[in-house]
């Protein structure tokens, strides 16, 4: 291995300076004016304030946050914009054979790399672990291409709706917290669910689509339950989608809160 070893000093050949002293001078002259010219300000803080918030949208911009002046003069005076910053509405993509996609698909590959503990360490493992093993050992090529092609029309359905939107916000859970002792979800408002798996299928379609997904926890009161939203964008769109989980976290509350010990 060879390291690069810059040149010792002073530098060969050395540096000039004399051409650099007019510009030197130059600076100073204009550097002169423009604090001469603060002294006309009535007030040079909200002067400098103007430069530095412009600087920062400017940053943020960089970073994936749209916004304008005004938002942020507005946000800082507690005041709402004469029009909505963003339009909201109901949408969701066509999510046909998802679920069924899913559970093959899951099956499989929990078949593929556990099987071996269902022959081995079968007294150790969950009712549903055990389930699902089972289920994957059943299947066929057939089955499994037919998952694919199933989950690929829900990506489509999915890639469709972010043409249209920027975000998709979801809930985090189809169900509240519940204690362990409760056993698995199979029940929700008096429907019965087909698979223990099922209550999970409102966060696994965004897994089986792949598509980008931020969770956050939505304020609540000390007396209640938690719970989420899931914010999913378009793939390629993780700067925007972290920068607008920001502000929700900033501007709405949607964030970690530390239950009393």
Same mark, same amino acid.
């Given at each position: 291995m060879r390291a690069f070893i810059p040149p010792g000093l002073p530098p060969n050949p050395p540096v000039e300076l004399a051409g650099l002293y007019q510009h030197l001078d130059r600076a100073n002259q204009t550097l002169g004016r423009l604090d001469g010219l603060t002294t006309l300000l009535p007030d040079t803080k909200f002067f400098l304030y103007l430069y530095i918030q412009k600087e920062a949208l400017l940053s943020s911009q960089i970073e994936g946050t749209q916004s304008s002046f005004s938002d942020l003069l507005l946000f800082e005076n507690d005041a709402e914009p004469s029009v909505p910053i963003a339009d909201v509405e109901e949408v969701y993509p066509v999510c046909g054979g998802a679920i069924e996609a899913f559970r093959t698909l899951r099956a499989a590959h929990i078949a593929d790399g556990y099987g071996a503990l269902l022959r081995d360490r079968r007294s150790e493992l969950t009712p549903t672990v055990i389930w699902n093993i089972e289920a994957g050992a059943q299947l066929t090529a057939q089955d499994y291409l037919a998952a694919e092609r199933r989950r690929t029309a829900v990506f489509r359905s999915f890639r469709g709706l972010f043409s249209r939107k920027d975000f998709l916000v979801v809930p985090a859970a189809s169900v509240l917290p519940w204690k362990n002792d409760k056993g698995d979800v199979m029940l929700i408002d008096d429907v019965s669910l087909e698979t223990p798996i099922d209550y999970l299928a409102v966060t696994?379609?965004?897994?089986?689509?792949?598509?980008?997904?931020?969770?956050?926890? #939505?304020?609540?009161?000390?007396?209640? !339950?938690? $719970?989420?939203?899931?914010?999913? #964008?378009?793939?390629?769109?993780?700067? !925007?989608? $972290?920068?607008?989980?920001?502000?929700?976290e900033e501007q709405l509350g949607f964030c970690h809160r530390r239950p009393p010990i």
């Open positions: 696994f379609i965004v897994s089986l689509v792949g598509f980008p997904v931020l969770t956050l926890p #939505a304020p609540r009161q000390p007396d209640q !339950k938690p $719970f989420g939203v899931q914010i999913i #964008a378009a793939p390629g769109e993780e700067s !925007k989608l $972290f920068a607008f989980g920001r502000r929700i």
